[in-house]
């Protein structure tokens, strides 16, 4: 208490007013103070009045923190911890007992977002409101997360800002659902375009191939107008290729399945896939071990097979390494990947790694759009991955792409294993 109140109070008798305590433990607590002097046996001593029932109060609010579902946090002025509570331990691991005091940068903030975070902290100490803001935490075991926080700056009585509560959420995995669905549906998007105009074209280009084939047939295949009819008859046919591949993206062309083995399947391609990918390539199977069977157009499967490993013989120019691999693999709960979160149960997984020169996120990000490609014109349409992933989702499949830039690329495939009668 300063001074000029006690004189006050020795003077009047009486004075009411709100200050902050220094506790034993160093915290500072607002009081609000109602002070009389009282004459007590010849001795004046003073009496102040409020100031229980504030902590009261505040024990109170400190219960109603702990029962929040949200993560609340109060820090001090320095930005170390002084209030924490269950909901927050559940995000960030850490125990009350385990934070209290300590600096937030010490505890939760990834070094890269510090200088963001300390913007934040100076507005709020300047009792900004709205310096809210959605940025990467740490945990206690290392992982990071998104969060979004909503800070409140509360004051003293004297105006100024004596402590920030923090109400925080964890939007990791609404973030990256988020993101999915997004990619979804930019896919479907995609699909109906590219299938409406590759249907139409199709027919167009059949008149064309009729009728350059039966003017060749007129003119014979010798004359120079043959010849150049046979061009474009053959370019013809290449055009009808591409919309072929674009409708199989989009989902139009039918499934001729049959339940078999993929390890059947890859066998006897393999002959083919050896030859395509060339022998500079060290090129290896390793078949999965009582594989489930799926139910699969094996045609497709085939094609999926080829375009994943042209795929990976372009990315090592210099040689390198192609593994496929099949493994049975059961999921406890969802797991994402590109094209969905994969529902638990059993699956049949089909992996094609290489250790070519892999891609960025900005890459993986668009791989599956049709014309999507990063080739040289003449050498790639971008049409490839699209097929698959139309393919993949036809069979009500998944696929997720792992890359690194300079060191290799995995696509990862799963089919739902067909139920065994006797296992
Ligand atoms: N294994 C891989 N390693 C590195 N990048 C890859 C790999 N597979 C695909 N990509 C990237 O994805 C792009 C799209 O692949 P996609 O198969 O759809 O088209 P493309 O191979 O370029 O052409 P197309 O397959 O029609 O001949 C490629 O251009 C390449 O940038
Ligand atoms: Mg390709």
């Known amino acids: 208490m300063g001074g000029k109140i006690l004189e006050k109070i020795i003077h009047d008798g009486y004075d009411e007013f709100e200050t902050?305590?220094?506790?034993k433990?160093?915290?500072?607590?607002?009081?609000?103070?109602?002070?009389?002097?009282?004459n007590l046996s010849g001795r004046r001593v003073f009496q102040t009045v409020f100031r229980e029932a504030l902590q009261k109060n505040e024990a109170h609010l400190r219960l109603q923190m702990e029962r929040m579902p949200?993560?609340?946090?109060?820090?001090n002025r320095d930005f170390c911890v002084e209030s924490w509570n269950p909901a927050a331990q559940k995000i960030f691991g850490f125990t009350a007992t385990e934070v209290l005091g300590k600096h937030a940068f010490n505890l939760i903030v990834p070094r890269k977002v510090q200088p963001l975070v300390d913007d934040i902290w100076e507005r709020l100490l300047a009792a900004d409101d709205t310096a809210h803001s959605i940025n990467e935490n740490l945990t206690k075991d290392g992982r990071t997360i998104l969060c979004d926080w909503l800070n409140t700056p509360l004051k003293g009585a004297d105006g100024s800002v004596i402590r920030v509560l923090s109400m925080v959420q964890d939007i990791t995995e609404k973030r990256s659902l988020e993101e999915q669905l997004r990619q979804a549906q930019k896919m479907e998007a995609i699909g109906q375009l590219a299938g409406g105009i590759a249907h139409d074209f199709n027919n167009v280009l059949t008149g064309i191939l009729g009728y350059s084939q039966m003017i060749v047939d007129q003119v014979g295949r010798d004359s120079e107008v043959g010849r150049d009819l046979i061009q474009i008859h053959e370019l013809g046919k290449r055009a009808a290729g591409l919309t072929q591949q674009l409708l199989t993206f989009s989902r139009k062309q039918p499934l001729q399945t049959a339940v078999l083995n993929l390890n059947t399947l890859i066998d006897d391609a393999l002959k083919i896939l050896a030859r395509l990918v060339g022998a500079q390539i060290e090129f290896k199977f390793i078949p999965g071990h009582r594989l489930s069977r799926v139910e699969v157009d094996p045609r497709q499967i085939e094609q999926v097979l080829m375009n994943l490993a042209i795929n990976a013989r372009d990315a090592m120019p210099d040689g390198g390494r192609l593994t496929i691999e099949t493994a049975n693999v059961i999921f406890k709960k969802e797991h994402p990947a590109i094209s969905g979160q994969i529902k638990a149960g059993r699956w049949v997984m089909l992996a094609v790694r290489d250790t070519g020169h892999g891609m960025d996120e900005a890459t993986q990000a668009r791989i599956f759009e049709p014309f999507f490609t990063s080739k040289k014109?003449?050498?790639?349409?971008?049409?490839?991955?699209s097929m698959v992933y139309g393919i993949v989702k036809k069979h009500g499949g998944y696929i997720r792409v792992d890359s690194k830039v300079n060191q290799g690329t995995t696509f990862t495939i799963y089919l739902s294993a067909v139920e065994e009668q006797d296992a």
Do not use: F, M, N, P
């Not at 902050?20 to 506790?23: A, Y």
């Not at 949200?70 to 820090?75: K, L, P, T």
């Open 377 to 385: 014109e003449e050498k790639g349409t971008g049409l490839g991955l």
């Open 20 to 23: 902050q305590h220094r506790t």
């Open 70 to 75: 949200i993560a609340c946090i109060v820090w």
């Open 25 to 38: 433990s160093g915290d500072v607590r607002d009081v609000q103070v109602v002070a009389q002097g009282v």
